[in-house]
């Protein structure tokens, strides 16, 4: 073989070298690559991650405030609540009192019940507040008591049925007055009804159970 050929086979496996150290350097590179790759796509992750809890607002939870309680009860009295306070007040055994009076009525502009009654020989007259109980007038004066022995055989719930059976309809609570009163010596009840658009004022014989006297008006008279 003569140098021409040699030299040939010599650059052609020179050239081999190189092509396999081109290709075995490509292949050394390629986990690197894969790791940028990897990176970068994981860069790109937190990234579009944090602008998400940048763009999304923070829910909050509404405040609840407690509803007000309100108080329906009105702290009003009735009759028997009325009585039981002045007879306390005036130091008053009930079974020692001859109650003629106890109507609604109005005193400088409140609502209150009027009470009048005997006992021990003397006349006591009270004023209690509706709306509160309160003792808002209390009087009293030495005198003799009335007969009241001399016929008052019809008792007071008898004379108020007998009263409320000439207007159909009405109740107790449509008695704005009533008190027991005497006309010469002869036991009376005097009283008034408000039902509807009328007024009823009435005198009935507590001997007798009758109605001596009967007035009807309307209201707006």
Known sequence: MDWRELMKQKWILT???FSLAA?????SNIPVLNQLQNSQAQTQTDSMGETKEQTVPAQTTPTQTDAPVIENSTGEIDEARAKEIALAHAGVPETEADITKLKL???DGRQVYEIEWYANGAKYDYEIEV???EVIKSGYEAKNSPDTGSGVTTDEETAKQTALARVSGATEKDIYEWKLDYD???PEYEGKIIYGD???EFTID???????EWDMDSVYD
């Open 105 to 107: 009525d109005y005193e």
């Open 206 to 212: 507590a001997n007798t159970g009758e109605i001596l």
């Open 184 to 186: 010469d010596n002869r």
């Open 23 to 27: 290709v075995l350097s490509g292949c």
């Open 131 to 133: 709306a509160t109980g």
């Open 198 to 200: 009328m007024e009823y």
């Open 15 to 17: 050239g081999a070298a």
